[in-house]
């Protein structure tokens, strides 16, 4: 259910009305903003954890009690000029019991945008090293429209998943977009930051120390530009950028070709997988969903050791095992929306974009030209192994493309990082977030450093990558 639709679930013991996480109590009082109270959560709210790959010598368990809450946030948090809006919204929040715990509260914040965090409590409490759950309370927040909040786009969700890159049908966007309503212009990383001051208000400390992975280093590092005195330290594993991000990839582009020679040289293979990857995209002009394929494969664990055959194989003409890649993300990518909301996913990432077109307040008439004339202006070296079709089709250009004009918070572009310690994390085998965009986070951060970790894919603190990127953190975050 979604703000704007007719969907309402009736709370008749209190006569409220609750959708997407939004009450409204007419006559009532409404709920006090901040937590309620607190129970010991469950394996249901919280999940489980994942295994280590073999070989991988596991942390010594751990065992983190947490306890589950609502945090209750206005819908609008005023950000905007106008009137302000009525509602609110019930964020669920796990928080480890160790509430005295000596180095403060540390939150880690997940991907996405549109994946909730409080279901993958368990999983990442036991990724961490046991030195940081005693000195650190580790909490962590479902954000706005994800989870049992989600927001809903049946056609979209259907169409795209968990995918960034793929491209939506005719008419999902706008769909989507109606489906949610004016309502829509809360469901920026703005309204996401606020949230996250309040839950740091609400358990009454004065800083926090933030773990972000991927769309969660872009909370982070907007947090901490907009709150640089409650911030304590950063960690930013596979780094999106928090201010000059370019949604046609073009810096994927490039790394894509320099991981893929890569891998075919630990392979010790002889083709140029880049240079077939390109006669493959000249030839059936499909950059999108390669470029989505080669994404998915170097999720987690990179599994690209396949890939320069395939390309090779499809460069001559064999495009059997090059499909079947294709074909197995495109399955991989399916998502309920209470797993990854795609409607709020094209809702916070449209409405935090600067494309060749400006913000999302544009109009949307005068963008498909932009993007074009942005494209036109670059040689075809910039877009090698794959073509100017890609840089302007690709999922992500297409949804915000079509996304309707929203007022949006302004973010003051410009700002580096705040003067605290900041780890950046990348994996030299993503392809996802690649490792430019660490590279140009790192230069806004005055006490930052950067570990590559090799071998890993996206996101090095992933179960799947070892425990190269874990132990960076471990270091980081105990000085030990």
């Known amino acids: 259910m979604v703000p704007g639709r007719l969907s309402w679930v009736a709370a008749a013991a209190v ?15 409404p709920a006090p903003l901040g937590l309620g109270a607190a129970r010991l959560c469950r394996t249901a709210d919280i999940g489980e954890p994942a295994p280590d790959p073999p070989g991988v010598v596991a942390n010594v368990p751990v065992e983190v009690r947490f306890s589950c809450a609502t945090l209750t946030v206005p819908l609008d948090h005023g950000l905007l000029p106008g009137p302000r809006a009525e509602g609110q919204l019930a964020l ?46 580790l909490v962590l927040l479902s954000g706005r ?32 977009a109606r489906e949610l309503g004016p309502d829509r212009r809360f469901y920026s990383t703005a309204s996401t930051v606020a949230d996250l001051d309040a839950l740091r208000a609400a358990l009454g400390v004065p800083t926090l120390s933030l773990d972000g992975a991927s769309y969660g280093t872009f909370v982070a590092e907007r947090y901490a530009v907009t709150y640089p005195d409650r911030v304590a330290r950063l960690v930013l594993d596979s780094v999106v950028p928090h201010d000059g991000l370019d949604p046609m990839e ?5 790394r894509a070709a320099q991981v893929l020679r890569m891998v075919c040289r630990e392979a010790a293979c002889v083709t140029d997988p880049a240079r077939d990857l390109a006669d493959v995209v000249q030839t059936r002009h499909d950059g999108p969903p390669l470029l989505d394929a ?6 987690g664990r990179p599994d690209l050791a396949a890939v320069p055959a395939a390309l090779h194989a499809a460069a001559h003409g064999d495009y059997t095992a090059l499909d079947r890649m294709v074909a197995a993300t495109i399955k991989g990518s399916r998502a309920t929306t ?62 915000c493309e079509q996304w309707p004009a929203t007022p949006v918070v302004p973010f003051p572009a410009g700002r580096d990082l705040p ?11 993503d392809l996802n977030t690649p490792l430019a965009w660490g590279e140009q986070e790192l230069a806004r951060a005055p006490r930052g450093q950067l570990v590559v970790v090799p071998g890993a894919g996206h996101i090095t603190q992933d179960h799947a990558n070892g425990a190269g990127g874990r132990e960076a953190v471990r270091r980081f975050l105990t000085g030990s």
Request: charged share 10%; glycine share 14%; aromatic share 4%.
């Open 15 to 29: 006569g409220c009305l609750v959708a997407a996480g939004i009450t409204a109590c007419g006559a009532s009082t």
């Open 92 to 137: 669920p929040v796990a928080m480890a019991d160790n509430a005295d715990a000596p180095r403060g509260v540390l939150v880690w914040l997940v991907g996405g945008p549109g994946e909730p965090g409080v279901p993958l409590a368990a999983d990442i409490a036991s990724g961490l090293d046991p030195a940081v759950l005693r000195d650190y309370r």
């Open 145 to 176: 429209g994800t989870g049992d909040g989600a927001l809903h786009c049946p056609e979209l969700q259907q169409a795209v998943g968990g995918s960034d890159l793929a491209i939506p049908p005719p008419g999902a966007v706008a769909a989507c």
């Open 250 to 254: 073009i810096d994927v582009f490039a």
């Open 294 to 299: 080669l994404s998915d494969l170097s999720s």
């Open 338 to 399: 209470g797993e990854l909301s795609a409607g709020l996913h094209a809702a916070t990432t449209c409405q935090d974009t600067i494309g060749p077109w400006g913000g999302a307040a544009s109009p949307v008439a005068g963008r498909a030209a932009a993007i074009a004339a942005t494209a036109a202006a670059l040689p075809d070296s910039a877009f090698f192994p794959f073509d100017r079709a890609t840089a302007t089709g690709n999922g992500q250009v297409a949804v």
């Open 419 to 429: 003067a605290v310690p900041v780890l950046v994390l990348a994996g030299d085998h």
